[in-house]
């Protein structure tokens, strides 16, 4: 069998106890299910650690993946600007939204991946300004599909043999790619070929909830005074996790070792896993940043001058709510015939 390309939750659990976008919009935090009581971190560890939590998701290289549906959806918002003289010289602003879908057909072992992002920024100073726009997008198909595919070696071009694939159409751009010959191949080595992807695919969009086991190690290896920033809340099988801190910066010129400027940094994190029906699991996150900038000298940055007193503030906050349901789901077969082929195999 293949390897998922998925962090092994429980090993790292077990270490700690011993896609359509129509108009980028500013983030705002998801409604969050209540959080429960608060708890200490190695009760907390016991209840994430439980190998029934996320059902066959804990460790999905050791069963079969149902057909199913993963969604993650994504807002961000960045703002700056730059005070000089009581009056705004410089800043920017930016939007960001990102829709991922992920479709698993294991009745018709097909696989539909949407992703489309759409992100817009702005920013100016004394002198210009620049604006600009993205908007990548994703739309495949992953299927078995059958060939008829001249004999090598028979020295008759017309001789010809039915061979599948398992391939990759790109209705985007119109091409397919071949990724297996799995002509000679039995059921469980072409049923591990869409397991294999839909677990990749779904690594893809990150609807994993990795974030709750990066900061449970996070906190793991942290100082005792970092720890004191973290907070962990338990209401049956809805598992959050807060974070809130600050900290401030002195930049020292390495020329005269006189202060240039100080930051001082906010930052405020809350990631909520709902694992009540753990194979049907969702997630959500939300954190915002918050930098305070102040000159302490004359310079110069970026060509443009800078004083002593002058102030440079930022606010970036990000959104991200994920679901996993399991459901029967029909991907429809795309049409190869109208499509141009990518030659050889990736």
Same mark, same amino acid.
């Given at each position: 069998?293949?390897?998922?390309?998925?962090?092994?939750?429980?090993?790292?659990?077990?270490?700690?106890?011993?896609?359509?976008?129509?108009?980028?919009?500013?983030?705002?935090?998801?409604?969050?299910?209540?959080?429960?009581?608060?708890?200490?971190?190695?009760?907390?560890?016991?209840?994430?650690? %439980?190998?029934?939590?996320?059902?066959?998701?804990?460790?999905?290289?050791?069963?079969?993946?149902?057909?199913?549906?993963? !969604?993650?959806?994504?807002?961000?918002?960045?703002?700056?600007?730059?005070?000089?003289?009581?009056?705004?010289?410089?800043?920017?602003?930016?939007?960001?939204?990102?829709?991922?879908?992920?479709?698993?057909?294991?009745?018709?072992?097909?696989?539909?991946?949407?992703?489309?992002?759409?992100?817009?920024?702005?920013?100016?100073?004394?002198?210009? !300004?620049?604006?600009?726009?993205?908007?990548?997008? !994703?739309?495949?198909?992953? $299927?078995?599909?059958?060939?008829?595919?001249?004999?090598?070696?028979?020295?008759?071009?017309?001789?010809?043999?039915?061979?599948?694939?398992?391939?990759?159409?790109?209705?985007?751009?119109?091409?397919?790619?071949?990724?297996?010959?799995?002509?000679?191949?039995?059921?469980?080595?072409?049923?591990?070929?869409?397991?294999? %992807?839909?677990?990749? $695919?779904?690594?893809?969009?990150?609807?994993?909830?990795?974030?709750?086991?990066?900061?449970?190690?996070?906190?793991?290896?942290?100082?005792?005074?970092?720890?004191?920033?973290?907070?962990?809340?338990?209401?049956?099988?809805?598992?959050? =996790?807060?974070?809130?801190?600050?900290?401030?910066?002195? $930049? =020292?010129?390495?020329?005269?070792?006189?202060?240039?400027?100080?930051?001082?940094?906010?930052?405020?994190?809350?990631?909520?896993?709902?694992?009540?029906?753990?194979?049907?699991?969702?997630?959500?996150?939300?954190?915002?940043?918050?930098?305070?900038?102040?000159?302490?000298?004359?310079?110069?940055?970026?060509?443009?001058?800078?004083?002593?007193?002058?102030?440079?503030?930022?606010?970036?906050?990000?959104?991200?709510?994920?679901?996993?349901?399991?459901? %029967?789901?029909?991907?429809?077969?795309?049409?190869?015939?109208?499509?141009?082929?990518?030659?050889?195999? =990736?």
């Amino acid at each position: 069998m293949k390897k998922y390309k998925l962090i092994p939750l429980l090993a790292l659990a077990s270490l700690l106890a011993g896609c359509n976008v129509n108009n980028a919009s500013s983030s705002k935090e998801p409604s969050f299910a209540k959080m429960g009581k608060e708890v200490d971190f190695q009760e907390f560890v016991e209840v994430a650690g %439980d190998s029934t939590l996320l059902d066959l998701w804990m460790e999905p290289s050791s069963y079969h993946i149902p057909s199913f549906v993963a !969604t993650k959806k994504e807002n961000g918002s960045y703002s700056n600007k730059v005070t000089s003289k009581k009056k705004v010289v410089a800043g920017g602003e930016g939007k960001s939204a990102i829709n991922g879908k992920v479709e698993v057909d294991m009745k018709n072992y097909r696989i539909a991946c949407k992703y489309d992002e759409k992100t817009t920024s702005k920013f100016y100073d004394e002198y210009a !300004t620049q604006e600009y726009l993205e908007n990548p997008k !994703t739309d495949k198909v992953y $299927q078995f599909s059958k060939f008829e595919e001249p004999v090598e070696g028979e020295g008759e071009e017309d001789v010809v043999e039915t061979r599948e694939y398992w391939i990759q159409a790109d209705k985007l751009s119109n091409s397919y790619f071949k990724l297996d010959n799995v002509t000679d191949k039995g059921l469980l080595y072409r049923r591990d070929n869409v397991e294999s %992807d839909a677990v990749s $695919q779904m690594n893809n969009i990150g609807v994993f909830p990795d974030s709750l086991f990066n900061y449970m190690s996070n906190y793991y290896g942290a100082s005792v005074e970092e720890q004191a920033n973290y907070h962990f809340y338990v209401n049956g099988k809805i598992l959050t =996790i807060t974070y809130s801190a600050e900290h401030s910066e002195t $930049q =020292i010129d390495a020329g005269d070792h006189f202060a240039n400027y100080i930051t001082t940094i906010t930052n405020d994190y809350k990631f909520q896993l709902d694992a009540t029906d753990g194979k049907n699991f969702k997630s959500k996150t939300f954190n915002k940043e918050t930098s305070e900038k102040k000159y302490l000298r004359n310079m110069t940055v970026d060509y443009v001058a800078r004083y002593n007193g002058d102030v440079e503030k930022s606010v970036e906050t990000t959104a991200i709510e994920c679901a996993v349901q399991v459901k %029967d789901v029909t991907v429809k077969e795309v049409d190869l015939s109208k499509m141009r082929l990518i030659d050889g195999l =990736i």
